[in-house]
């Protein structure tokens, strides 16, 4: 019929293939098939029914037989026909078919609408409809769901609602095919109540109606009605069959509701399905995913022969579960039961290889990729960006990056997650111009990623860039994006802004509180991190390990004795004391506030002690002096094969520094790399020379200096200068101070301590030098400061400081001490005083240094017997050293000092360091 042809408009695509050879083999066609053979004879009418599996060559060979013939373009033959092609993804050869039927009826209509739907060419489905429609052809009930089918697919309701309108018209609404074609198009665009309403109006409903809606609640997320309505289906006498089951499993994994799941698994077992393929494999799916491994290994072994579906759904929840060696196991497996990786399959094991850090077996995957042509793919691309990311190969990572065609958001993750996990800052930063340049959205992991980088660049543009795009997107809500703007403001030092996005986040989240608190913590202002602690207390946040370790960590920091014990009592309170993070946290709040004692039982409490807790205590016991003992531990560390690492090394070299056990140092120093494969690193070598300066090596000390691999630091010509101080060698002073003020250039440090080793050598000249060449410089010395922690309350002391309101009485306790310890025969040692002053007025200045003024505060305001802790801000000069003994011996109490460079415990005329310091 030609003017079909004119009418109709032509196929809006071209078939993949065209028919070749139509009329090649016929015979052979003739001869297998009897109800062809029966053709040969041409008055007979054939049954006008061909096997629906027809392959395609099968098919064109009966096309040309039926052409040859005459007959292909009657109804029944061409109807069956155009069926066949579209099964073959031919719709163009369909469409010539249909083109040449003088008549089409409703079912030549109906067949070439479903192969225009099946091939997803919504849009000549719909045309040929109309075009039906105007030729006053009467559409049926198998019309209508078609149609509905291909709006839902092309996500074109508009059409839907018109389809709906002609079925009300007709009557068809009612029809059960009509309506759960409705009920599921309804609930595909999220108008559930509009498919419950068609749903409780239909006269006859099936088992395909039920499922629909069901499906609908949990497309929608309605997970709770899901489960009534799955309940109202028993009720009503309806047996669910694989499809509703499958839905409802899925439902329960994708709600996490395991409860439900296994309930629901009961009455699958009941009604047994639990041999049906589908079912097994969507239980299989949710054990899997919700960790339960033995339930998901037990159904897995019983399967006769599972499918590719199964092992995927047994690989991705090894995988969600960080099971990463059993799922590159079962990828084992699988291909030795000949079951072909599909690129599921394959994403999952990328994963695991990353979480693995097998990146060998990822480039051994990407090989195969490459081979199958699978490289391209979205989810195996972004899986290897973030495999090669994570394992350290982050130019491979970009490489795939480029190649990949397509791109979305979770792969700009990977690359822009792998350049800050790569150190990458820089690149972050560009990648993330790029991101915006594609036009591909973001979200808070992109976010979370970026200021990370922008906090370790401390690039304050950037922040406020990626504040006001926060704000724009409305992602200020999310802890997380907070989190990292509070910590990015933070590392630029610029507390303000920190302070402002908090407050303004109003999101009374733990995170939100912990960043805050360390950002001012880290930032010098652990007091307002407490008062902000107070505050989150008051909203009835409760803390987690994580904030109280950061608390104790800001304690520690400021020494704040009284406030950590208050820790540690909600740290009791809260039952997070078997937690190993607050137990190392505790510890090294109570070896910084100088109880080396309570540090100790913080110790001995940890269950699973890491070599974090091994290397503080062993720091903590260094720290404080006690060397031996630290070393003691460091063997028994060892011994309960817990591998030592960089940082117990420096411990350790620290502890024998400050012990004098040379030789043992030196034992520790040589062997290091060889016992333990630590390599020697410039904090290893600035203990060495300390440890050799200290005990007066000091050609040894200045060798090491210059044979070591490193440029020397600091830290190392330090202590190199302080031990020319102690050991009265001025050339080698002079040396060392000159290259810390090259290193150095800003910092007081080495001026004064070269001014302090002119002055002991009586070298006035050289001092006042010295001094005038700070002032040109504009370095300002910072005044040596004591400060003691009694009620809460800092009291800060200087040399001589009379301002405190109690002044009076301090120095009187001062007076009646030094009365006692002259008695005891203590003699001030006044070469101690770096100026040039008389005697007299030495001992005097001597006599009120802040440290004793501090102690004598401490003695007149706390309990009798208690410990007093003060903190100095330099190192403790050598007479107060002798002092301090004899006043703890006088009062009978501990007397703790944290200086500079470490812990004085005087007890009973003793201090811990053995005056080895
Ligand atoms: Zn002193
Ligand atoms: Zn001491």
């Known amino acids: 019929m030609k003017l079909c042809r004119l009418t109709l408009p032509p196929l809006s695509r071209f078939d993949r293939c065209s028919l070749t050879s139509h009329f090649s083999s016929i015979s052979l066609l003739l001869q297998e098939d009897p109800i062809h053979n029966s053709n040969l004879n041409p008055s007979y009418k054939p049954l006008p029914s061909f096997s629906p599996n027809l392959d395609l060559h099968s098919t064109t060979q009966l096309h040309g037989h039926l052409t040859q013939l005459g007959i292909s373009s009657t109804p029944p033959h061409c109807n069956q026909l155009i069926t066949l092609y579209s099964k073959h993804r031919l719709p163009s050869h369909a469409r010539n078919l249909f083109d040449e039927i003088t008549d089409p ?12 739907a099946q091939n997803h060419l919504h849009q000549d489905a719909f045309l040929a409809f109309r075009f039906m429609r105007a030729r ?28 709906h309108a002609i079925a009300t018209v007709t009557g068809l609404d009612l029809d059960v095919y009509v309506a759960n074609s409705l009920i599921t198009m309804y609930a595909g665009i999220g108008l559930l109540n509009l498919s419950r309403r068609l749903f409780d109006d239909m006269p006859k409903r099936n088992i395909i109606s039920w499922n629909g809606l069901l499906a609908g609640y949990v497309g929608n997320g309605k997970f709770e009605e899901a489960i009534i309505f799955f309940r109202d289906m028993i009720i009503e006498g309806l047996r669910p069959n694989e499809h509703g089951f499958s839905c409802m499993i899925n439902a329960c994994t994708d709600f996490g509701d395991l409860e439900s799941g296994l309930a629901i698994h009961g009455f699958i077992i009941q009604l047994g399905y639990d041999s049906d393929p589908y079912t097994v494999n969507s239980l299989l799916n949710m054990y899997a995913k919700f960790g339960d491994s033995c339930a998901a290994e037990i159904i897995f072994e019983n399967l006769t022969s599972p499918d590719i579906v199964s092992w995927n759904a047994m690989i991705a929840g090894c995988v969600l579960h960080e099971q990463n060696s059993r799922a590159l196991q079962l990828l084992k497996n699988m291909r030795s039961y000949g079951i072909i990786p599909n690129f599921l399959t394959l994403s999952s094991i990328l994963k695991a290889c990353a979480g693995y850090g097998d990146v060998y077996l990822g480039q051994q995957i990407h090989g195969y990729l490459i081979k199958t042509d699978l490289s391209l793919n979205l989810y195996a691309g972004s899986g290897l960006v973030d495999l090669y990311a994570k394992g350290g190969h982050f130019e491979d990572s970009v490489q795939v990056f480029d190649s990949m065609k397509d791109r979305d958001l979770i792969t700009w993750n990977a690359l822009i997650s792998g350049c800050s996990h790569n150190e990458k800052h820089e690149e972050t930063l560009s990648y993330f111009c790029k991101i915006r340049e594609d036009g591909c959205d973001i979200n808070r992991t992109t976010l ?38 509070i910590n990015s403001y933070g590392k630029c030092n610029v507390l303000m802004d920190a302070a402002q996005v908090f407050d303004e986040c109003m999101i009374d989240d733990i995170i939100a509180f912990t960043s805050m608190m360390s950002t001012l913590s880290q930032g010098g202002q652990g007091e307002e991190a407490i008062r902000i602690f107070l505050n989150m207390r008051k909203k009835n946040v409760r803390p987690d390990t994580f904030v109280l370790s950061s608390l104790l960590d800001t304690c520690s920091r400021l020494s704040a004795y009284e406030q950590g014990r208050m820790i540690h009592a909600l740290v009791v309170k809260t039952c997070v004391m078997d937690d190993t993070f607050v137990g190392n946290a505790l510890l090294d709040m109570y070896a910084k506030c100088g109880s080396i004692e309570e540090a100790t039982s913080a110790f001995d409490y940890i269950l699973e002690k890491g070599v974090v807790s091994w290397s503080a205590m062993i720091g903590a016991l260094a720290q404080h002096g006690q060397g031996k003992t630290a070393l003691e531990l460091f063997q028994k560390m060892v011994y309960q094969v817990i591998m030592p690492n960089h940082v117990t090394m420096t ?5 024998c520094s400050h012990t004098g056990l040379v030789d043992e140092g030196k034992k520790y120093f040589e062997s290091m790399r060889e016992t333990y494969g630590i390599e020697l690193t410039p904090e290893h070598y600035a203990c060495m020379v300390d ?9 040894e000390a200045k060798e090491l200096v210059n044979k070591m691999p490193f440029e020397a630091n600091a830290k190392i010509w330090g202590s190199l200068l302080g031990a020319a101080r102690l050991h009265g060698d001025p050339q080698l002073g002079e040396l060392a101070a000159q290259q810390l003020s090259y290193v150095e250039p800003d910092k007081p440090g080495s001026h004064i301590l070269l001014a302090n080793l002119y002055a002991s050598s009586g070298m006035w000249d050289s001092v006042s030098h010295t001094r005038h060449l700070m002032r040109k410089l504009g370095i300002k010395k910072e005044p040596a400061m004591s400060w003691i922690e009694t009620k809460n309350e800092v009291h800060t002391f200087i040399v001589g400081d009379r301002s ?66 003060v903190k100095k801000n330099i190192r403790i000069c050598k007479d107060c050293h002798v002092a301090l003994k004899f006043i703890s011996k006088i009062v009978s109490r501990e007397i703790i000092v944290r200086d500079v460079s470490r812990f004085h415990h005087f007890r009973d005329g003793n201090c811990s360091c053995n005056d080895y310091w």
Do not use: W
């Open 105 to 116: 009826d409703v079912i030549s209509f109906s067949s070439l609408i479903s192969c225009y």
């Open 136 to 163: 006053c052809i009467r559409f049926n009930h198998f019309t209508l769901p078609t149609l509905v089918k291909s709006c839902t697919v092309s996500s074109n309701p508009f059409m839907g609602t018109q389809i």
């Open 448 to 485: 979370s990623a970026i200021l990370k980088s922008t906090a370790v660049l401390e690039a304050i543009i950037n922040t406020k860039a990626i504040h006001s795009l926060a704000l724009k997107l409305g992602f200020l809500t999310d802890p997380h994006v907070v989190n990292g703007l």
């Open 651 to 655: 411990s350790v070299l620290y502890a």
């Open 691 to 699: 440890l050799l300066g200290r005990a007066g090596k000091l050609t």
């Open 804 to 869: 405190h309101a109690r002044s009076r009485e301090i120095y009187a306790k001062l007076e009646e001490l030094g009365e006692e310890m002259a008695k005891m025969g203590y003699v001030p040692m006044v070469e101690e005083v770096l100026h040039d002053l008389g005697r007299k007025e030495k001992e005097e200045l001597l006599s009120h240094h802040s440290e004793r003024l501090a102690v004598a505060f401490g003695l007149i305001s706390t309990p009798e017997g208690s410990p007093i802790r």
